[in-house]
């Protein structure tokens, strides 16, 4: 389905996590300088999330940290890196129990986050870390 704006990801029939998933894309196709809509919907993507994931945590934890992700992503993009930072970090805490692919890449997000507010010794040791872990399979 083509996303023109993020009441589409809401519509009617749409389930919880197609609804969240959508308002993800549309926040992924938000130009950088019209951020108010796409961190507007990014934020609307985690709070479903973090209903999903206290109602059903080993189904939705993954969703949960990928909202975070996102939207920490999209705050870095804008120069917002004091907001993104602790967005980074609990994705990172989510996806420790998790592990592999999700682990790496939220450690990838929390070490740019790092990096933006010039904690290049913290980012290279969240480097660092993602590097250690096995690889996924």
Known sequence: MTRNGPDDATRRGA??????EGLLAFAQTRPRWGG???LSSASEA???SRVLAKNSPGEHTALLARCLRTTAKLLLVRGRATEALPLAQEAVALTRSIGDGPLVVSLACLAAALEALHRYSE???TLAEAERLPPPG
């Open 15 to 20: 389930s919880d996590v197609e609804a969240i």
């Open 123 to 125: 980012a290279a040791a």
């Open 46 to 48: 985690i709070a479903r």
């Open 36 to 38: 108010g809509a796409a």
